[in-house]
């Protein structure tokens, strides 16, 4: 059976991961025969709504309502699988699908259900004390974006949707990324017989045989993804040619390396090319990352990572094997496996052929769609039932 797939997503205002495992997920099932078809709204529509209008559908949308039973009755889907509701879509989206009785598979791509600020983090530093509870300390705190009447609108919907069971009863299956993250939504109240672990995929040909050297880093230049910590670590090896993509609010600090080559923004191939050049990666992140792309990426380039011994990747890294750990936010640590894998590009010629390894066992395309198919028909057996 080749279900029929309908995919939800609210596409971010900047452009992420979270937008191309979306995009690479459609074009998987479409290409293995699925009738795919999708509901999305971007945050470019914020600016055309009011600020009470902005509440009132993060909360709730009622255009949401009206467009899901008119899809849901015309198209007919087997499932409906949902990445992103916020803000504009909103959790109304799990009610229509509940009264007209089709399954529901969310992607949990943050902690959002959890924490107004989506990634456990205050002030640089992992959080978790809204976990489990009622968020207000994050209204309190201004966790969202330093603003109280965010951060409170965001705790007000969190907060809402628990009391009503919306979290806990109108969504099939849960997906979460990783056997860390999927403890932390149960920690987090999420039903534990609900939530299944899948991890992210990339589609990747074998890596050519090119020399390797220096380092790589590739994501958004942003607080949380330990900028300061590679910067400062580059001061400490300088030696160590670093290459750096993207670009975000902390690129002004990488001009203090006179050993970072900051490329900006470039496209994918580009990546892909200076993947296989590489060394290492490096992953420097002071949160809980729920997965990282980039990382399997690396594994798919024949590419070792050097990341923080921190929730998801140091599990998906294997210290020694894949790549090396270091301590989080700890420059000093990182420059000593910075230099480590200068000095012994043998043992990272080694972890990099053990990284292409890992990920032809557990991320390709193909492994990817048969964990999918099987937790969609999870999902359609589970709603039958009642």
């Given at each position: ?12 205002q ?13 074009a ?9 078809m ?5 945050n470019?529509?914020?600016?055309q ?10 909360f709730w949308s009622?255009r ?19 990445h992103?509701?916020?803000p ?13 009785k ?5 992607t ?31 209204v ?11 951060s409170?609108a ?27 993250c999927?403890?932390k939504?149960?920690?987090g109240?999420?039903p534990?017989?609900r939530?299944v ?6 589609d ?9 050297k220096g ?7 942003s ?5 300061r ?5 580059s ?7 670093i ?30 090319t ?8 490096i ?12 990382a399997i ?10 990341a ?7 599990s998906?890294v ?13 420059a ?6 910075i230099r480590?894998?200068?000095?012994n590009?043998?043992?990272?010629a080694r ?8 990920y032809?066992?557990?991320?390709t395309?193909?492994?990817?769609y048969?964990?999918?198919?099987a ?12």
């Open positions: 059976m080749r279900e029929r797939v309908l995919v939800v997503h609210n596409a971010y900047h452009r992420g991961g979270e937008d191309s495992v979306v995009e690479g997920e459609i998987l099932l479409r290409a293995r025969g699925h009738k795919v999708t509901y999305t709204r971007h470019d529509e914020i600016t709504l009011g600020k009470l209008a902005l509440v009132r559908d993060t009622a949401t309502v009206a467009d899901m039973r008119r899809l849901l009755k015309t198209e007919k889907p087997d499932v409906i699988h949902v992103n509701t916020f504009l879509i909103s959790p109304a989206l799990y009610w229509a699908a509940a009264d007209l089709v399954a529901v598979v969310q949990l791509h943050n902690f959002r259900t959890l924490c107004p600020q989506a990634m456990l983090l205050r002030n640089q530093q992992v959080c978790e004390d809204c976990l489990g509870k009622l968020p207000w300390r994050g309190l705190r201004r966790c969202y974006r330093n603003s109280l009447a965010q409170a965001l705790a007000g919907m969190i907060s809402m949707h628990r009391v009503l069971g919306t979290w806990n009863h109108k969504v099939t299956r849960y997906i979460a990324l990783n056997e860390f999927r403890q939504f149960i920690e109240g999420l534990a017989d939530l672990v899948k991890p992210n995929f990339v990747f040909d074998s890596p050519r045989e090119v020399e390797r380092f790589l880093f590739v994501g958004r230049l607080a949380e993804k330990g900028i910590t590679l910067v400062e670590a001061r400490m090896v300088g030696a160590a040619h290459v750096v993509a993207g670009t975000g609010p902390e690129a002004g600090l990488l001009s203090a390396a006179a050993n970072i080559d900051h490329l900006g923004q470039i496209e994918r191939q580009q990546i892909g200076h993947m296989e050049q590489a060394q290492a990666l992953m420097p992140s002071i949160c809980y990352e729920t997965f990282g792309m980039v990426e690396a594994f798919a380039s024949g590419t070792p990572v050097i923080s011994r921190l929730g998801a990747m140091k998906l294997s210290d020694g094997e894949t790549g090396l750990l270091f301590n989080p936010g700890d000093g640590d990182l420059a000593i496996k480590w894998a200068q000095e590009p043998a043992e990272m972890m990099g052929q053990a990284a292409r390894a890992h032809e066992n557990h991320f395309a193909e492994r990817n048969q964990q999918l198919k937790i969609y028909s999870d999902a359609i057996a589970e709603v039958k039932k009642h």
